[in-house]
T-cell receptor, first 115, second 111 residues
Framework: DADVTQTPRNRITKTGKRIMLECSQT?????MYWYRQDPGLGLRLIYY???????NKGEISDGYSVSRQAQAKFSLSLESAIPNQTALYFC??????????????FGPGTRLTVL | DQQVKQNSPSLSVQEGRISILNCDYT??????FLWYKKYPAEGPTFLIS?????DKNEDGRFTVFLNKSAKHLSLHIVPSQPGDSAVYFC??????????FGTGTSLTVIP
């Protein structure tokens, strides 16, 4: 079984709808992240969480919110989806020990299309 | 503004030859750098990292070079293999909390 899972894997929705993307991990890591990937822009950090009570905005948090329900679960919400939120979304985890060079482990991604 | 740039969107190399992927950054505070590889329909996977106290880190066929004065790093793959065909992202951080990713370079290794 995959260490970092994302649901759904694909989603098509309409402008104005509320959408939640979910991420679960079995790695026992404290740190979790949400990124989006757009063509020509690479991966950009939306939010990150270093433990259940620690939530931080990333580079592009406007229009998004997150919830860290447990150490293993981190969900991303779009309260009112708009077409320019069409993108590939990745969840990632990392271990807090070992410092800044800790690799991040990524989920398989969720392809979101907002019509 | 993009703080980490990969100016070559694509690169093609013959099997067995060297692949050199480049990455430039603008923030002089960056002191941690990582490379990730991404296959289609999968998430990125970690490849190799380097901190600013070093100028080279090697792991098997993969070597990362860091030139702090030029704010430039490169990933060398020797010898290149068809299985190395993927998109490669470099990422940089000043604090280890937030990583800034480049736009990626698509490497094709021709058998």
């Amino acid at each position: 079984d995959a260490d970092v899972t994302q649901t759904p894997r694909n989603r098509i929705t309409k402008t104005g709808k509320r959408i939640m993307l979910e991420c679960s991990q079995t790695k026992g890591h404290d740190r979790m992240y949400w990124y989006r990937q757009d063509p020509g822009l690479g991966l950009r950090l939306i939010y990150y969480s270093f433990d259940v009570k620690d939530i931080n905005k990333g580079e592009i948090s406007d229009g998004y919110s997150v919830s860290r329900q447990a150490q293993a679960k981190f969900s991303l919400s779009l309260e009112s989806a708009i077409p320019n939120q069409t993108a590939l979304y990745f969840c990632a985890t990392s271990d807090r020990t070992g410092g800044a060079l800790n690799e991040q482990f990524f989920g398989p991604g969720t392809r979101l299309t907002v019509l | 503004d993009q703080q980490v740039k990969q100016n070559s969107p694509s690169l093609s190399v013959q099997e067995g030859r060297i692949s050199i992927l480049n990455c430039d950054y603008t923030n002089s505070m960056f002191d941690y750098f990582l490379w990730y590889k991404k296959y289609p329909a999968e998430g990125p996977t970690f490849l190799i990292s380097i901190s600013s106290i070093k100028d080279k880190n090697e792991d098997g066929r993969f070597t990362v070079f860091l030139n702090k004065s030029a704010k430039h790093l490169s990933l060398h793959i020797v010898p290149s293999q068809p299985g190395d065909s993927a998109v490669y992202f470099c990422a940089a951080s000043a604090t280890g909390n937030q990583f800034y990713f480049g736009t990626g370079t698509s490497l094709t290794v021709i058998p």
